[in-house]
């Protein structure tokens, strides 16, 4: 079952249409990765998700709601998003910005569930060592992993037997080395397996075959393709989206699609 779905979601600015007619679902317990070249409508499309951009046509549901008829106190403690670029100016602790998940749950939950839920998302996210640390000192890649956990504590837990929860992620893996994108990817995989639905935005077809359930391809605000990597990474479509020759060959060990420039 679909814990969110875009129906016939279209989204028009200055004439163009940023998405287009776009449907799609996504379910509790798997990684969905969207990918697609610059400005073909994928954090348009994360917007409309999450609620901050209202479609001018079709609807987003969560659960059997509406989107839009949820409150948005409650509807920030059953969805979390990441997204590209937060900037904070002042001299927070790392600990201190990773608590700020929890103000959607002020009055809902005690000072012992805030602190049980900071505590797993910094042990999550490996940044423990980094509590005490002021955020505006931190690299790029640190501060990601830091807002990685502030998400994280915005939904914990992450499954209360009744409320299904999604994680939305808008580039993730921007200012994270190698080392580290895999392991955000990893830890998408794992949230996905304690039940929640997660949904990246990302740029690399490599990184989608190795951790996604299920890749969704937009091209000028519609969707070229969508299912399993195998399928949606055939290399005359990908050539066709990225308008660049590519090809493909199967991980020796893995068996999902890699993908190349000829």
């Known amino acids: 079952m679909d814990v969110i779905r875009a129906n016939n979601i279209s989204v028009i600015r200055g004439g163009r249409r940023l998405l287009d007619d776009v449907t799609l679902g996504m379910a509790v317990g798997e990684v969905t990765v969207i990918l697609g070249p610059n400005g073909a409508g994928k954090s348009t499309l994360l917007r409309c998700l999450s609620g901050s951009l209202v479609p001018d046509a079709g609807t987003v549901t969560l659960g059997d709601q509406p989107l839009a008829d949820i409150p948005i106190a409650e509807l920030a403690t059953r969805r979390a998003v990441l997204v590209q670029e937060i900037r904070l100016g002042f001299a927070f602790s790392v600990v201190e910005v990773v ?18 839920a900071v505590g797993a998302a910094m042990r999550a996210t490996g940044i423990m060592h980094m509590a005490e640390r002021t955020f505006t000192t931190l690299s790029g890649g640190e501060k990601q992993r830091v807002h990685l956990a502030r998400t994280l504590a915005q939904l914990w837990p992450f499954t209360d037997g009744a409320v299904e929860k999604m994680l939305l ?48 391809i937009l091209k000028d605000g519609r969707i070229a393709a969508s299912g399993l990597p195998r399928a949606a990474l055939a290399p005359e479509l990908l050539s066709e989206v990225y308008g660049i020759e590519l090809r493909t060959i199967g991980h020796a060990a893995q068996g999902v699609p890699l993908t190349f420039a000829r």
């Open 169 to 216: 992620l808008d580039e993730p893996t921007n200012n994270l080395d190698l080392a580290h994108q895999h392991r955000l990817l990893q830890h998408a995989r794992h949230l996905a397996s304690e039940g929640l639905a997660v949904c990246a935005v990302l740029h690399d077809p490599n990184l989608a075959s190795g951790y996604a359930d299920r890749v969704v």
């Open 99 to 116: 608590g700020m998940g929890r103000i959607p749950h002020a009055g809902r939950t005690d000072r012992r569930q805030k602190l049980q």
